[in-house]
Nanobody, 122 residues
Framework: QVQLVESGGGLVQAGDSLRLSCAAS????????MGWFRQAPGKEREFVAAISVSGNTYYAQSVKGRFTISRDNADNTVYLQMNSPKPEDTAVYYC????????????????WGRGTQVTVSS
């Protein structure tokens, strides 16, 4: 079992930056791929970014060049650096973990955090 807790969300103006964190506990050695998803009100949950244990990264086209995913395996933490956020980035952001090697957006994620709200104002 892996427990994931997101933090770092809040209210930010467009053009500012924000960094989300996801702390993993439990069987973290099984977290081969860590990902970020988001869900805006009335919309489907969508893939944002993912990173493998070896450091390979995957991004949704909508965030490429603006968001950066990274992980600190020693601290069992994954981050999402959000630069130049836009109002359309407003959503609840969820951290997820896959026990098996997979290709980012194609992973079947096994564990999910409860989410952190990110609101981007104009």
């Amino acid at each position: 079992q892996v427990q994931l807790v997101e933090s770092g969300g809040g209210l930010v103006q467009a053009g500012d930056s924000l960094r989300l964190s996801c702390a993993a506990s439990g069987r973290t050695f099984s977290s081969y791929v860590m990902g970020w998803f988001r869900q805006a009100p009335g919309k489907e949950r969508e893939f944002v970014a993912a990173i493998s244990v070896s450091g390979n990264t995957y991004y949704a086209q909508s965030v490429k060049g603006r968001f950066t995913i990274s992980r600190d395996n020693a601290d069992n933490t994954v981050y999402l650096q959000m630069n130049s956020p836009k109002p359309e980035d407003t959503a609840v952001y969820y951290c997820a973990s896959s026990r098996v090697a997979c290709s980012g957006s194609k992973c079947r994620y096994d564990y999910w955090g409860r989410g952190t709200q990110v609101t981007v104002s104009s």
